[in-house]
């Protein structure tokens, strides 16, 4: 029995074929290349066309679309999240970039809460720390006794 191809395409339709790739960062958060959105267009050896769709993978670090304006890269050791420019912040002592999973916050002398990054709250915390334990031992309410001997 002669057998003959069973499943030819019978139109157009069938000749066509897409593969959509979606363009993820690496670990370190960065794109292997900088395309917003591709389509390439071959035709196959059948006749029929063939088209690859690169999409670029549209969310920040921060869970936000990718068409909200960017805010900025976190640069907190070890992490790479881009963050949309409502989720973006400063460290308010050194300026570094922050994600919304590396800022941390303090309240200033007057309450506010300031952001800071990791490193500045626990200096600051410790200068304040020392700076209370300062107080105390300044205060004339606390006694001292010596255990030297
Ligand atoms: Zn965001
Ligand atoms: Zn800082
Ligand atoms: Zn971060």
Not at 3 to 11: A, C, G, H, I, M
Not at 97 to 122: A, I, M
Request: hydrophobic content about 25%; overall charge negative; some cysteine.
């Amino acid at each position: 029995m002669n057998e003959q191809e069973t499943n030819l395409p019978n139109d157009s339709e069938e000749l066509r074929k897409d593969e959509i790739f979606t363009q993820r960062p690496n670990a370190k958060g960065e794109l292997f290349d900088d395309f917003e959105h591709r389509t390439d267009t071959v035709l196959t050896s059948e006749g029929g066309i063939s088209r690859k769709i690169l999409n670029r993978e549209r969310e920040y670090g921060c869970g936000h679309d990718a068409r909200r304006t960017r805010g900025g890269r976190c640069g907190e050791e070890g992490c790479f999240r881009d963050s949309c420019a409502d989720c973006y912040t400063r460290c308010s002592a050194c300026q570094v970039g922050l994600c919304l999973f590396h800022v941390r916050y303090l309240q200033n002398e007057t309450g506010q809460k300031v952001p800071v990054c990791s490193h500045c709250r626990d200096t600051i915390q410790r200068r304040r720390f020392w700076g209370n334990i300062g107080a105390l031992l300044l205060s004339p309410f606390v006694s001292f006794e010596d255990h030297s001997k």
